[in-house]
T-cell receptor
Framework: GAVVSQHPSRVICKSGTSVKIECRSL??????MFWYRQFPKQSLMLMAT?????????EQGVEKDKFLINHASLTLSTLTVTSAHPEDSSFYICSAPSNRDYYEQYFGPGTRLTVT | AQSVSQHNHHVILSEAASLELGCNYS??????LFWYVQYPGQHLQLLLK??????LVKGIKGFEAEFIKSKFSFNLRKPSVQWSDTAEYFCAVSPTGGGNKLTFGTGTQLKVEL
C-alpha cells in the first residue's frame, strides 16, 4: 500500500533555533498534504494544508510565520518550526490523500520534537 | 467549527468480548465520518468511512460502524475482539465538500487481554 514517511522521527533542538521536518509520499504523488500536531493524551489537530506549487492554507490560530510549510514537489512537503520554544514541543504528523480515493488519507509515522 | 467526542478513553476487554466505542460529533452541516486505528508502533490507518447511503458501514478486520443522524453518532463495533485489536482508535469527521480536512476525537485506547 501507499506509504508516507517522515524525517526525522525525533529531534531535540535548543530554544531559538529552527527545525525542518520532511514528509514524503514514497510511491505516489500528492498535490495536497496535511500537517497535524498532537499533544500528549490529546487528539490530532490539523495545523495546515500544504499545496504543491502554491501557498499553504493554515487553520485558525496557527501562526504561519512560525510554522513555515513548503510543498516543493509532488512527493515532498516540509514543515519548518522557526525560532522554536519549549511550548512547540509536540508530535507532528503529516498525511496525504490516496490517489485512488481522495478521502482515504495515508499518515506518516510522526516526528517527535523536543525543544530545550 | 466541528468537534468530535469519544466517550471512552481507555477500554479493556477479554478476547471474544464484543466491542462498542462511542463517537459523537457536532457540526451544523453534512459530514463524512471516519474511524482510524493506530496499532502499537505503527501509522494511523483507515478502518472505515461513511459518506452517504446505508448508515451501517463495514470496514476491515470485521469492524463496522453505524451512523445515527438523529444522535450525531458514529459508533464503532466488533462482535468479537482479538488480542491483535489492541490499538488506539480515533473517530474523525470532515465537512462534506470541505476539502478533506479532518477533525479528530481524542482517541480510545483499547487493550484486549488473552
Amino acid at each position: 500500500g501507499a506509504v508516507v514517511s517522515q524525517h526525522p522521527s525525533r529531534v531535540i533542538c535548543k530554544s531559538g533555533t529552527s527545525v525542518k521536518i520532511e514528509c514524503r509520499s514514497l510511491d505516489f504523488q500528492a498535490t495536497t498534504m496535511f500537517w497535524y500536531r498532537q499533544f500528549p493524551k490529546q487528539s490530532l489537530m490539523l495545523m495546515a494544508t500544504s499545496n504543491e506549487g502554491s501557498k499553504a492554507t493554515y487553520e485558525q490560530g496557527v501562526e504561519k510565520d512560525k510554522f513555515l510549510i513548503n510543498h516543493a514537489s509532488l512527493t515532498l512537503s516540509t514543515l519548518t518550526v522557526t525560532s522554536a520554544h519549549p511550548e512547540d514541543s509536540s508530535f507532528y504528523i503529516c498525511s496525504a490523500p490516496s490517489n485512488r480515493d481522495y478521502y482515504e488519507q495515508y499518515f506518516g509515522p510522526g516526528t517527535r520534537l523536543t525543544v530545550t | 467549527a466541528q468537534s468530535v467526542s469519544q466517550h471512552n478513553h481507555h477500554v479493556i476487554l477479554s478476547e471474544a468480548a464484543s466491542l462498542e466505542l462511542g463517537c459523537n460529533y457536532s457540526y451544523g452541516g453534512t459530514v463524512n465520518l471516519f474511524w482510524y486505528v493506530q496499532y502499537p508502533g505503527q501509522h494511523l490507518q483507515l478502518l472505515l468511512k461513511y459518506f452517504s447511503g446505508d448508515p451501517l458501514v463495514k470496514g476491515i478486520k470485521g469492524f463496522e460502524a453505524e451512523f445515527i443522524k438523529s444522535k450525531f453518532s458514529f459508533n464503532l463495533r466488533k462482535p468479537s475482539v482479538q488480542w491483535s485489536d489492541t490499538a488506539e482508535y480515533f473517530c474523525a469527521v470532515s465537512p462534506t465538500g470541505g476539502g478533506n480536512k479532518l477533525t479528530f476525537g481524542t482517541g480510545t485506547q483499547l487493550k484486549v487481554e488473552l
